[in-house]
């Protein structure tokens, strides 16, 4: 039986300014929270007249599924977005006013995931890139309060760390939410007016060269270009990493293909790992289990190494049915 996405008039419990140019919007919307995972998002359509005539996406900085005992209006279930004004939807979204109704189409795409026997977290966010991290980071943190198994294998919760950047003080957003969760967020910002002056992933570099950090798995979201780097970072310390990839969306469904982006076709990105990394005997094994599997031995040391170490092949994915997240090993870089 398939649940979602569904379409449903949400009504709005809380709408606030928390920083000059930043949002908070509470929605009163069970179908969707019941399902709504972190790294998800909805669409939302910004007002009734249906102008403008896209709806906007936005990723959930909290999630209230609905509960059995309902002591407070977030039981009944709600989910939390953080926004940004950037242009003319976020602008009249601004306008809109407590108690009204707004349509939204959710939850949308795949989100994060947790990887099996990992220790540690670390979860980088970069401007209001922070908002989608702290439903993630409570939901890793919270399984382990309640003893949950958050993967199959594991009975321990990751260790979470939350850095923090953006350009000044007033551009930092989630320290209040990341410190209830008795966590200590780390903050970056490149005008020094807040924690270490300079971006979110010196923080990242500073914390992995100072304490190492085995079986971790970083989790980004922020602008293009930290993201980039927090995955050439990840490459470097070879830890795996999630990215929240926020491409500009049209119809947020798969129909527009509007939010297609390259990554690297995985046959050839494990052939460009074997040829590159990986000791002789291993290779051959790994040829013969993967797609390429049927080829001739003899023909095999000619045909994978040099080509694709260079030029990786790529194919478009829509980053509204795949992604938003990925692994960032998947994402080309450019
Ligand atoms: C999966 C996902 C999650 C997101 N989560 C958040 C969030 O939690 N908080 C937040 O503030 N912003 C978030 N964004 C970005 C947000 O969608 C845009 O800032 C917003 O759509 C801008 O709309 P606008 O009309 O004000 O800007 P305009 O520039 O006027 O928008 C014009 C068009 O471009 C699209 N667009 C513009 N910027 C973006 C962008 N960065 N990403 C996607 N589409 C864009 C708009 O949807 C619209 O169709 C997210 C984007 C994606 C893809
Ligand atoms: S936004 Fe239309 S296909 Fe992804």
Redesign the pocket.
């Known amino acids: 039986m398939k649940t979602y996405p569904k379409e449903v008039k949400a009504r709005i419990l809380i709408h606030r300014r928390i920083a000059a140019d ?1 949002f908070r919007l509470r929605l009163l919307c069970p179908e969707i929270a019941r399902f709504a995972q972190p790294g998800q ?1 909805i669409m939302l359509r ?1 007002n009734e007249l249906r102008d ?1 005539f ?8 909290r999630i209230f599924p609905p509960q059995e005992k309902r002591a407070r209006p977030e039981d009944e279930g709600v989910l939390e ?13 601004t306008q809109l006013r407590e108690g009204q109704r707004l349509d939204i189409l959710g939850p ?2 795949n989100g994060f995931w947790a990887k099996e026997g990992q220790k540690g977290a670390i979860l980088v966010g970069g401007g ?2 922070i ?2 991290l702290i439903s993630w980071a409570e939901k890793l943190h919270k399984v382990g309060g309640k003893k949950k198994r958050l993967t199959r294998n594991s009975e321990e919760a990751p260790e979470v760390f939350v850095l923090i950047g953006g350009k000044s003080r007033d551009k930092i957003l989630g320290i209040r939410e990341i410190k209830k969760m008795g966590l200590d967020p780390q903050v970056a910002t490149e005008d020094g007016s807040m924690g270490l002056p300079g971006l979110a992933t010196d923080l990242l570099e500073r914390e992995l060269l100072t304490k190492g950090h085995d079986s971790t798995s970083l989790y980004a ?1 922020g602008p293009m270009p930290m993201l980039a780097r927090v995955a050439q970072i990840a490459d470097q310390f070879d830890l795996p990493c999630q990215v ?7 119809c ?1 469904v798969g129909a527009c293909l509007g ?1 297609a982006l390259k990554v690297k076709e995985r046959a050839f990105r494990e052939m460009a790992q074997i040829g590159v990394s990986r000791p002789e005997e291993e290779k051959e094994e790994m040829i013969a289990e993967s797609q390429w599997g049927k080829m001739e031995k003899e023909n095999q040391k000619e045909i994978f190494i040099p080509v694709i170490a260079e030029a990786p092949t790529f194919r478009y994915a829509l ?2 049915k795949e ?2 997240v990925f692994e960032a090993r998947d994402i080309l870089w450019e």
């Open positions: 930043y998002f910004v403008p896209l709806r906007r996406p936005f990723g959930f900085s977005i953080c926004y940004q004004i950037v242009g003319r939807g976020t602008s009249l979204m949308l795409g209001i890139g908002a989608p979201c929240l990839m926020e491409t500009r969306m049209a947020g939010c980053a509204c992604g938003p």
